[in-house]
Nanobody, 125 residues
Framework: QVSLVQSGGGWVQAGDSLTLSCTAS??????????MGWFRQAPGKDREFLAH????????TYDGSVKGRFTISRDNAENTVSLQMNSLKPEDTAVYFC????????????????WGEGTQVTVSS
């Protein structure tokens, strides 16, 4: 069992930057064995894939809506995965989730075994 704790959400203005973090709460059950993804869910919408990083940290994948603005990274020694978000837009307003997976189907939510609790990001115009 892996428990993921998220931090870093908040309220920002359009054009600002924000970094989200996701940490395994139990060092004995770290993230090094998992690939990690970030997702978000806006009010009234389905949860959507944003970014993925493999367990080694040398391969990343992004949804087109955030490619070039968001950067996913990981530090396995610190059991942490981060999402750096730049040039934020009002349409980025959502609850953001990190998740851990052992599946190659990185865009499919149901393949992720463990989820963070979600953190709110609000971007005002």
């Amino acid at each position: 069992q892996v428990s993921l704790v998220q931090s870093g959400g908040g309220w920002v203005q359009a054009g600002d930057s924000l970094t989200l973090s996701c940490t395994a709460s139990d060092p004995g059950h770290g993230l090094a064995s998992y690939s990690m993804g970030w997702f978000r869910q806006a009010p009234g919408k389905d949860r959507e894939f944003l970014a993925h990083i493999n367990w080694q940290g040398d391969k990343t994948t992004y949804d087109g809506s955030v490619k070039g603005r968001f950067t996913i990274s990981r530090d396995n020694a610190e059991n942490t995965v981060s999402l750096q978000m730049n040039s934020l837009k009002p349409e980025d307003t959502a609850v953001y989730f990190c998740a851990a997976s052992t599946s190659p189907y990185i865009h499919i939510l149901s393949t992720y075994r463990y989820w963070g609790e979600g953190t709110q990001v609000t971007v005002s115009s």
